[in-house]
Every structure is written in C-alpha cells, then in structure tokens.
C-alpha cells in the first residue's frame, strides 16, 4: 500500500502563478483533508471532502480551490500565488467519520513563492 | 469552535530519562478523542497514540503514555527511556466524536541529548 502520495515535494512559484498539488490515496478512504503548516505552526485545515464530489472549506480556504472527482484524488489549486502561501502543504485521508480513527498522512509539499 | 494549546514550544531531555509533554483543550463536548502526531525531520506525521474522552483508562503504546485528566482538559504524553530516535516535533490533536477535521496545537520540538 502507498498511503497518501502526494507530488511534487518541493516547489517555488513566482508571484502571481498558478500551480496544483496532487494527492492521491488508495486506501479507500471516504475523507480526505488538506492541511498547511507554517513555520513553527500547528496545521491549518485549508480544505476537505467527506466523499467523491463533496468539498468544503476549512479554516484558511481563502487562495485555495479543490475538487473531488474520484475518491482516490484530491488536488489543491493555488491561483495567483502570493508569499503569505509559502508553506509545507499535507494531505491526509480518513476512513471514517468514527473519531477514533486517526489520518493517514502523505509527506508533505514544501511550497515557496517568491 | 475547539481549541488545542500546546504551552511548549521546545523540551530537551536526556537519552534514557523520561520527559512529559503538555496539552490543554477547550470543548464544550462531553465525547471526543484526542491523539498525539510526531513529525520527524522527513515531516511525515506519525500518529503516536490515541485516548477516548469517555474511557477513564489513560492509553499506552510501549514507552508512550498519556495523562488524561478529564475535567481538566489536560493531555500529556509522557516518554519513557527517551531514545534519539524520538527527537521530534510532537502535536496534540482533537477530534469530535463524530467530527471529521482534526484541530491541531502548536507543536512541541523535543530535542534528545546522547
């Protein structure tokens, strides 16, 4: 099993470009959650989805857009990227709604605008 | 809306000795599970542990443990014969019970000196 896999691990965008990040899980796994991670930070859930074609937003959702066609993918859009979204980007997955199960996490996206 | 503080931002301790790790939390809800994540230098997040708010038993994974205290909204981990391997960022992680995002603290870098 490869988990959460997440491309590309490094990146570093010019202001005002435009760019996905791919996460893909084959776990199965109904939820899937994409998270940032400042420096020194905690994670700020940005955006999520509890099946194939259902999205909503997070706490930090603004500068950001996904979509959830399969439920193995879950992309994150940056339009217009901007210095205050230079950040390690994780996406997670769930099995279930059922609290006591934890995330599978994928590695990370180290993201730098510039 | 759930908030988790982590009051630590750096801990030592030395290889072999035990060190003790906080988080606090605030909910208004009676059900819930909490979850210790550390994330190594490869940033991959780790789930270290798992506690039930309604069982009274603190939970342990081999050298981990946790003090749960309930009416405090305090969760600490504790690590015994710390290792180097255990250097660390540590986050404390709530979830609802029937929550789908988890709320993540601040983290906590433990550094292990040989």
């Known amino acids: 099993n490869a988990g959460v896999t997440q491309t590309p691990k490094f990146r570093i965008l010019k202001i005002g470009q435009s760019m996905t990040l791919q996460c893909a899980q084959d776990?199965?796994?109904?939820?899937m959650y994409w998270y940032r991670q400042d420096p020194g930070m905690g994670l700020k859930l940005i955006y999520y989805s509890v099946g194939a074609g259902i999205t909503d937003k997070g706490e930090v959702p603004n500068g950001y857009n996904v979509s959830r066609s399969t439920t193995e993918d879950f992309p994150l859009r940056l339009e217009l990227a901007a210095p205050s979204q230079t950040s390690v980007y994780f996406c997670?997955?769930?099995?279930?709604?059922?609290?006591?199960?934890?995330?599978?996490f994928g590695s990370g996206t180290r993201l730098t605008v510039v | 809306a759930q908030t988790v503080t982590q009051s630590q931002p750096e801990m030592s301790v030395q290889e072999a000795e035990t060190v003790t790790l906080s988080c606090t939390y605030d909910?208004?809800?009676?059900?819930?599970?909490l979850f210790w994540y550390k994330q190594p230098p490869s940033r991959q997040m780790i789930l270290v542990i798992r506690q039930e708010a309604y069982k009274q038993q603190n939970a342990t994974e081999n050298r981990f443990s946790v003090n749960f205290q309930k009416a405090a909204k305090s969760f600490s981990l504790k690590i015994s014969d710390s290792q180097l391997g255990d250097a660390a960022m540590y986050f404390c992680?709530?979830?609802?019970?029937?929550?789908?995002?988890?709320?993540f603290g601040a983290g906590t870098i433990l550094r292990v000196k040989s």
């Open positions: 997670a997955s769930s099995y279930s709604t059922l609290g006591h199960y934890g995330y599978t």
């Open positions: 909910t208004s809800e009676s059900d819930y599970y």
């Open positions: 992680a709530y979830r609802s019970l029937a929550g789908n995002k988890l709320v």
């Open positions: 776990m199965n796994h109904n939820y």
